[in-house]
């Protein structure tokens, strides 16, 4: 325990240092020692407004997406007992993707794009529910195929229909309105102005499956094993599979399709720290949380005033990184 206390401490305050360079960076910068008293006293000075309305919002959405995508890909690579397996693989981020560009053909307007991107992600979610009811039942130990591919193949020819209709969509869309489309496509946090109710459902996802960190680890030995040792598999199943769906629901509906987080930081935390569930969860969220706030930074102030998509940023890292990884892994076996 005392070991889980100090990885958590210290990726607490890796993201404590983050959002403070975040707060402080931007096309007009802010001291950093003006942001701790600008948060606690407000005065009418621009730079205040800038931090409360602007940044401190994005900041927050940011380390609660970053936070969802890590502990939802988490979460998938055990439901699928997959290493590289992430949040997008059973076609939510489709869904959601699909609803959000069928609001912005309709010029409709932020609250819009995020309903129709939670619908979109509540559909995906029930249609692979409904389609895969059998394999996340399954723990017959004579069964000749496996559970967890027959699921994941499910989740890919969803996702290949869902890719299939934001193809047509991009196609039959106004000039006007399709660059708009392709920057949510490519994952934006500009349009985030609510931090706290993506913290919220962070923080009630990690208090639903924290307490599950044994009986994941142990379903990470096989559903048959898991059941001998009084594992509710299939409950849990369907319940690992619910919590994180949402959470990547809520995690794209706020910033869009974002990609990498939730593929890089379960498999990067996994070689550092190793595999204890109940270690590696909040590990995920401080984690996904604080690699993500650092890619919005960069998105803000690469090119400033100009903005970059934040998915482009977290691809060009999260590419080279997880290359790095598979290469290292390889390299020690």
Do not use: K
């Amino acid at each position: 325990m005392i070991r889980a206390l100090r990885i958590w401490l210290l990726l607490g305050l890796a993201a404590l240092a983050t959002l403070w360079l975040a707060l402080a960076s931007g096309s007009s910068a802010i001291a950093p020692e003006d942001v701790a008293r600008l948060l606690w006293q407000p005065d009418a000075s621009s730079a205040a407004e800038v931090l409360h309305t602007l940044r401190l919002p994005r900041a927050l959405a940011a380390f609660a997406v970053g936070g969802l995508l890590a502990l939802a890909g988490a979460l998938m690579q055990v439901l699928l007992r997959n290493p590289l397996a992430d949040p997008y693989v059973l076609g939510v981020s489709g869904g959601a993707s699909a609803g959000a560009l069928l609001a912005l053909l309709g010029a409709g307007g932020a609250v819009l794009v995020q309903l129709g991107a939670f619908g979109g992600a509540l559909l995906a979610i029930v249609l692979v529910f409904v389609l895969a009811q059998r394999d996340l039942s399954r723990v017959d130990a004579a069964a000749r195929v496996d559970s967890a591919p027959r699921l994941l193949l499910t989740g890919v020819m969803l996702a290949a229909l869902w890719s299939a209709l934001i193809t047509l969509l991009l196609l039959v869309a106004p000039e006007a309105r399709l660059r708009g489309m392709l920057f949510w496509l490519a994952g934006d946090l500009g349009g985030a102005d609510d931090g706290v109710a993506p913290l919220i459902a962070l923080g009630v996802v990690l208090a639903l499956v924290w307490p599950l960190g044994r009986d994941l680890n142990v379903l990470l030995r096989g559903a048959t094993v898991a059941q001998s040792l009084g594992v509710p598999v299939r409950r849990l199943r369907r319940l690992v599979y619910l919590v994180a769906s949402l959470a990547c629901a809520v995690a794209v509906t706020t910033g869009g399709a974002i990609g990498f987080v939730g593929l890089v930081v379960p498999h990067a935390l996994r070689l550092a720290i190793g595999n204890d569930q109940r270690v590696l969860l909040p590990a995920c969220v401080l984690a996904g949380g604080c690699l993500l706030l650092l890619a919005d930074t960069l998105a803000r102030t690469l090119l400033a005033p100009q903005q970059l998509p934040v998915g482009v940023i977290t691809a060009l890292l999260g590419a080279p990184s997880f290359m790095a990884l598979l290469l290292r892994r390889g390299a020690t076996r």
